[in-house]
């Protein structure tokens, strides 16, 4: 039986992206734009769908590769907050290998900069049972701004 219990944890990411506050939006209110940089690591086969405005879901899931194995993946979300170009506030939860590893509140604020898009993402989570960490979801997350800089820098 696995032991139960929940490490819950905070933290916060900025960037600075080259691009307007509207391109940086429309990277994560477009389907097809999000899937390039959200989704950028999923194989053949792997399904999402997302219905961006308030009260509307996204759900994807699919198979991908961490620590040198490989891990099916749930992610469902429902957005509870849209600005256009200013604010997105979402909640969401994971699974790994049909196990329920985390809930979390994501919050990501859009200003701007003299370069271009200050970015803020600020993610409260619940990681359950030793399936998930903070630490490795932060890493996570990190690695998606980067792949979404590629996109919207272009």
């Known amino acids: 039986m696995t032991d139960r ?3 819950h944890a ?24 999000k899937q390039k940089w959200f989704g950028s690591d999923a194989p053949e086969g792997a399904a999402a769908n997302m219905d961006f ?17 490989t891990h099916a993946y749930r992610f469902d979300a429902i957005y509870l907050d849209i600005i256009e170009n200013e604010r997105i ?3 969401y939860d994971m699974d790994a290998d049909g196990n329920h590893i985390s809930a979390s509140l ?24 030793g399936f998930d960490d903070p630490k490795i979801r932060e890493d996570g997350t990190a690695g998606l701004l980067s792949a979404l800089a590629r996109i ?3």
């Open 10 to 33: 905070t933290f916060t990411l900025q960037r600075t992206y080259r691009a307007s506050r509207h391109k940086v939006f429309a990277a994560f209110s477009d389907f097809k734009t």
């Open 89 to 91: 506030i979402y909640a």
């Open 106 to 129: 994501t919050t990501i604020e859009l200003t701007d900069a003299p370069e271009g898009t200050h970015l803020k993402l600020t993610e409260q989570g619940a990681y359950l049972d």
């Open 5 to 7: 219990n929940v490490v």
């Open 53 to 69: 405005r308030v009260g509307g879901r996204e759900h994807s899931h699919g198979v991908a590769e961490q620590h040198g194995s």
């Open 152 to 154: 919207v820098e272009d």
